[in-house]
């Protein structure tokens, strides 16, 4: 038989108390949405017996039927999925159960021997219904139930029986507890009264709980209604017996996680910048001293992010050449690798996640650490791995970003760069007088002037398939990440250059209408019109970007000049042109096709 492992990178959430499971379960999910949405389901446990509901699709045309048929058990799991490997259909939708359909399971991650597992249990008798690596899981806890283990036992022999990555929560038809086990993907507990929600984020079990228990990697747990008993596992360092350390506060508040008056959370995402780009600059965190003094005495400096934290790396780069006159490197996570044998004793690697999960960025600061490398992290989601990974964490405070375009994540990254590198600039207050003065543009460009403007901007360009964007400088940073954002929630082909590169191959592209958004500062002004009367000459509509309009701009966006903080401004206008466009496309801002926000597989 053909197996095609289907690789899972999810959210996964359980839960244990007092209320019907079904219904917390569908809203967890929903907050974990983010993560995937390809298909769902959900398990409740009761005395009723097993009811085990799944749907390919969004959870929100779930909801309704689940809902009406649920039991009222108090105990569950569920899962929304984002596909990589193997479709996204009903068969590969969690959660999976084992053959008597007694014990269920979600996974998030990847079970790399999952083949030979599979082929022996098959060998042992058991039926496979999908093309998952994750449903060797039941069928391994049904495997030890069979041979006389407790399901503790059972539980607790799969660090030893799984090679990969996993975040995994079981329960067993007749027993009390949910069974949960990490290791290289995040699940984290919320703490209530007497109810207990694991999960592979906090958002998800926010309005419900505001205490959270980090796990510890490969250390199985079993969680009840009065508390959480560790497991004897193959990788337990501590004894078993109930788990006593005391949960963590959880400093983000509800409104967070919730739309509030807004239609979708990337345009509450994209106004709350004002707020959280304030923040950030008017209470530095502590840490920039230390890595500040760690980037002082590097004898070479990587970036590393991926998507839109690539092009904060970038910012990065462009920051420390052209403030400091100091060389760095900015790569994608994914290259890292394949650069590292140049790393030498001293480098610094800053590596920059609004996840701190993603498993490109993650390995990256794996390879770096054991080649010697010190390594500092921007981070946004407190408590992620990479936290555990950098040896000095630099919050971004963002708050949660649950829309999957990266928006204030990626300001507030740009605006903790500007903080870090000034600690080491000569002029210390210049950094944090510039970005004030693109946190205070703000203000005026999320106007409702400004958002009809930019709503008759998208109007221009929504018949469109492809466009070009184009900069230099820390404007090519901004055309390049304005590139993805409507790249991945308007879908239009968009693509940034530098703009010495047009003649190089980009012009091949310009025909009669043409759309092409130019972005510039004061000091381009001059080059920018050049560049716009050479498009114009081969046919193209030119939309203009910065500070002043061009003689031939057919619509501007005044952004002011704020030096190299411009790029910090300069971005809103271009999200709200993505938000705008996706609308006039039809298309939802919030779950772009095939993406998902959080890419924990490699
Ligand atoms: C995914 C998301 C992007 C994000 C990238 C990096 O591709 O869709 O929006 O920029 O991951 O995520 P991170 O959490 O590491 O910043």
Not at 468 to 480: D, E, F, P
Not at 484 to 507: C, D, N, R, T
Not at 585 to 600: F, I
Request: overall charge negative.
């Amino acid at each position: 038989m053909q197996y095609n492992c289907a690789r899972e990178m999810c959210g996964i959430a359980g839960y244990v108390g007092h209320r019907p499971a079904a219904p917390v379960l569908v809203d967890c999910l929903q907050r974990l949405e983010y993560r995937g949405y390809d298909s769902c389901g959900i398990a409740v446990v009761s005395d009723a017996g097993v009811f085990l509901r799944r749907s390919v699709g969004p959870i929100a045309e779930f909801r309704e039927e689940v809902l009406s048929a649920a039991p009222t058990g108090t105990i569950g799991l569920g899962h929304t999925r984002w596909a990589t490997h193997g479709r996204a259909d009903l068969a590969n939708a969690h959660p999976h159960a084992s053959c008597d359909g007694a014990v269920l399971v979600v996974h998030n991650g990847v079970i790399e021997n999952a083949f030979e597992l599979r082929e022996r249990l098959v060998r042992q008798g058991h039926r496979f219904t999908s093309d998952t690596d994750s449903e060797v899981v039941p069928h391994l806890l049904e495997q030890g139930l069979t041979e006389g283990l407790s399901m503790d036992e059972a539980v607790s022999k799969l660090p030893s029986q799984l090679v990969g990555s996993y975040a995994i929560v079981a329960v067993r038809q007749g027993q009390d507890e949910l069974f949960v086990l990490r290791k290289g993907s995040p699940l984290v507990v919320g703490v209530g009264e007497g109810e207990y929600f694991p999960a592979s984020d906090i958002p998800s079990f926010l309005p419900y709980a505001q205490r959270v228990i980090y796990l510890s990697e490969d250390e199985p747990f079993a969680i009840g209604r009065s508390g959480i008993r560790r497991l004897q596992g193959a990788g337990a360092s501590r004894p078993a017996g109930p788990y006593l350390e005391v949960p963590e506060p959880v400093s983000l508040n509800v409104e967070s996680v919730s739309k509030g008056s807004f239609q979708h959370f990337m345009i509450k995402e994209i106004m709350e910048q004002v707020g959280t780009i304030g923040r950030l600059l008017e209470s530095p965190p502590a840490t920039l001293a230390t890595a500040s003094e760690l980037l002082r005495g590097a004898q070479s400096i990587k970036f590393v992010g991926a998507g839109t934290s690539y092009h904060a790396s970038l910012y990065g780069q462009f920051l420390l050449a052209t403030t400091l006159h100091l060389d760095s490197e900015a790569c994608v996570s994914s290259e890292f690798q394949f650069r590292a044998d140049a790393l030498r004793p001293g480098a610094v690697v800053v590596a920059l996640s609004q996840s701190g999960e993603t498993a490109d960025t993650l390995q990256a600061v794996r390879i770096a650490r054991d080649r010697g490398a010190r390594v500092i992290a921007l981070v946004n989601s407190e408590g992620s791995s990479l936290t555990r990974a950098a040896e000095v964490v630099i919050p971004l405070r963002s708050g949660p970003e649950l829309s999957v375009a990266a928006t204030k994540s990626y300001t507030s990254q740009l605006v903790a760069l500007t903080l870090l590198v000034e600690r080491l600039s000569p002029d210390p207050m210049e950094g944090a007088r510039t970005a004030l003065e693109a946190r205070d543009s703000l203000l005026e460009l999320t106007s409702d002037a400004a958002r009809a403007h930019i709503a008759s901007l998208a109007h221009n360009l929504a018949r469109h398939s492809q466009l070009l964007l184009i900069g230099r400088g820390g404007n090519y940073v901004t055309a390049l990440e304005a590139a993805l954002k409507i790249k991945e929630v308007a879908g239009v082909a968009a693509q940034a250059f530098p703009g010495g590169e047009m003649k190089h191959g980009p012009l091949a592209l310009v025909a009669e209408g043409s759309p092409v958004i130019l972005f510039y500062d004061r000091s381009q002004v001059d080059q920018a019109e050049l560049a716009a009367s050479e498009l114009i000459t081969r046919g193209a509509v030119i939309y203009t970007v910065g500070p002043q309009p061009l003689r031939s701009s057919s619509l501007h966006v005044r952004v002011h000049d704020a030096g190299a903080a411009t790029a910090i401004s300069q971005i809103i206008p271009m999200q709200l042109l993505a938000y705008e466009l996706a609308k006039l496309r039809q298309l939802d801002p919030d779950h772009p096709k095939n993406l998902a926000k959080s890419v924990t597989v490699l």
